[in-house]
């Protein structure tokens, strides 16, 4: 593992550790986006299992999670949506810079599953592959929460923290039962001390604004229709709104002009799949979309949604 800073366009050092392949030469590259209230180090065993199998792997807290905080941007602060897709842009280039002529996957978990979607509106041709897991649907009130962070934001400022928007967002619900139905993995979670109970008020609104802006259609530049996508989720997880939820979300991204987009579903697993006591089948069939070609059926998964 090799850390290494990154200094976003405000001044904020990025933490960045990146799992270089075994072999001499990686398969590719995977940049993972965390998902909420946690950080990079939740990823470090499938960056591992990843990194044995012959890929290079960038983990990285994105700003206001882990150790990417300063005072300017304690925990909880995230400002907004296009610095953090900024943000991202930045490490891919590093990336690339750092292993030229290597293709890049990006994955993303939750709440990194809207920004990924976000990411592909205007960089789909940084990447060649695309996983989202725990993949959050649309929701129908995304306009009017916008609507209201940004009317508590005005009133309350960008750094005040609202219990009401927190909730709004699901943050700090006392039963954590739909995250895994792993137990030791709850149980981590609760005990981590990089995690955190609030959001300010214009982290919560540039989440909100990635939701409603993963179906804003006119703003995917789509210059790489073939780019893979496959999304993996949990029978049991509330956040991909149900296997309806879980089809409007493949649905939009193929209105949004992509041509191979998956869906595998997990029997009896949760939001969690790769922290779930079954994860090595998650990481095997990780792998497996990995290596396939594009013109592979993927339909291998149980459950699958095309």
Not at 180 to 186: E, K, L
Not at 208 to 232: G, H, M, V
Request: a neutral charge; one cysteine or more.
């Amino acid at each position: 593992m090799k850390p290494i800073q990154l200094t976003a366009s405000d001044g904020l050092e990025l933490s960045v550790v990146i799992f270089e392949s075994k072999s001499n030469e990686p398969e590719a590259l995977v940049q993972i986006l965390h998902g909420a209230q946690e950080h990079k180090g939740r990823y470090f065993e499938l960056a591992r299992f990843l990194q044995g199998h012959g890929y290079t792997v960038v983990l990285s807290d994105i700003r206001g999670h882990g150790e990417s905080i300063s005072a300017q941007v304690p925990k909880g602060c995230m400002g907004s949506l296009e610095q953090i897709l900024e943000d991202q842009k930045l490490i891919a280039d590093t990336l690339k810079k750092l292993y030229p002529g290597k293709p890049l996957y990006l994955f993303g978990h939750s709440m990194g599953s809207l920004f990924a979607r976000c990411y592909l509106q205007a960089h789909d041709d940084d990447i060649e592959k695309l996983i989202l897991s725990g993949t959050v649907d649309y929701r129908f009130y995304a306009r009017a929460g916008v609507l209201i962070a940004k009317l508590i934001s005005t009133l309350k400022g960008d750094r005040g923290h609202s219990q009401f928007l927190n909730a709004l967002l699901g943050i700090n619900g006392k039963d954590d039962s739909w995250v895994s139905a792993n137990p030791a993995n709850r149980i981590q979670r609760k005990n981590d001390p990089h995690f955190f109970t609030s959001y300010e008020n214009a982290a919560i609104l540039a989440i909100a604004t990635a939701n409603l802006q993963q179906r804003a259609f006119d703003k995917f530049l789509c210059k790489n229709p073939d780019l893979e996508i496959l999304s993996i989720t949990g029978e049991e997880d509330p956040i991909t709104g149900g296997r309806r939820g879980l089809q409007g979300s493949m649905d939009a991204l193929r209105k949004a002009g992509y041509t191979s987009v998956e869906s595998k579903v997990y029997k009896r697993l949760r939001h969690e799949v790769i922290h779930e006591v079954e994860n090595q089948q998650v990481f095997e069939d990780l792998l497996k979309f990995l290596t396939s070609q594009t013109d592979q059926d993927l339909s291998y998964a149980t459950g699958a949604i095309r």
